[in-house]
């Protein structure tokens, strides 16, 4: 059972556009949440995070919101670039069991393609 | 520059097997990690080690091992016991094992087992 999902596999945006890419989860105990970008050929590189204490998080044209009552957030990049593209992973971290043992969920993925 | 160095980049091997992949950092970080991707799955991890001399097992752990001598290095192997062997293998470090320290990817090997 996939605890994060990324239900879209694939997105397509407009050089200067908004992207806006979603993640979902099913476990209220996620209380940590990262985005990662990947390249083909490569390993997937860190992008931002956001605290469950927190609903906005901004890094420059990265802006991650945080709905807990949804438990849904989503990835904005404002404007996207064509170096924008690649796949996007939404990943949920929780404490689990004892002591201080935490587990980090990964969804499966959303390629981004940002169009000239 | 400072890194992650996965080798090879692509690896056959015949069933049967054992096969080590090579994982090595100079980031100075202390937790190494392995996962494995698989088309429609998440990545899921393998084994972690926080220090030298230690390791756990992750949630994928059964037909794997690893070793951790080194700070540097975190080699996994793959062995025959592994019943699905063939997959994408992403090792990663992170400056310690806490909820908020991102992870360094390497670029991963794929593995083939025929």
């Known amino acids: 059972d996939q605890q994060v999902k990324q239900n879209s596999p694939s997105l397509s945006v407009q050089e200067g556009r908004i992207s806006i890419l979603n993640c979902d989860y099913t476990?209220?105990?996620?209380?940590?949440f990262l985005w990662y970008k990947k390249y083909p050929a490569e390993g997937p590189t860190f992008l931002i995070s956001?605290?469950?204490?927190?609903d906005k998080n901004e890094d420059g044209r990265f802006t991650v919101f945080l709905n807990k009552s949804a438990k849904h957030l989503s990835l904005h990049i404002v404007p996207s670039q064509p170096g924008d593209s690649a796949v996007y992973f939404c990943?949920?971290?929780?404490?689990f069991g004892a002591g201080n043992n935490r587990k980090l969920i990964w969804g499966l993925g959303t390629s981004l393609a940002v169009n000239p | 520059d400072g890194g992650i160095t996965q080798s090879p980049k692509y690896l056959f091997r015949k069933e049967g097997q054992n096969v080590t992949l090579s994982c090595e950092q100079n980031?100075?970080?202390?937790?190494m990690y392995w996962y494995r991707q698989d088309p429609g799955q998440g990545l899921r991890l393998i084994y972690y080690?926080?220090?030298?001399?230690?390791?756990q097992k992750g949630d994928i752990a059964e037909g794997y091992s690893v070793s951790r001598e080194k700070k540097e290095s975190f080699p996994l192997t793959v062995t025959s016991a592994q019943k699905n062997p063939t997959a994408f293998y992403l090792c990663?470090?992170?400056?310690?094992?806490?909820?908020?320290?991102?992870?360094?990817f390497g670029n991963g090997t794929r593995l083939t087992v025929t």
């Open positions: 956001i605290s469950s204490i927190k």
């Open positions: 980031l100075n970080h202390d937790a």
């Open positions: 990663a470090s992170s400056i310690e094992r806490s909820y908020n320290s991102p992870l360094h």
């Open positions: 080690s926080q220090i030298v001399n230690d390791f």
């Open positions: 476990n209220s105990m996620f209380d940590y």
């Open positions: 990943a949920a971290s929780a404490r």
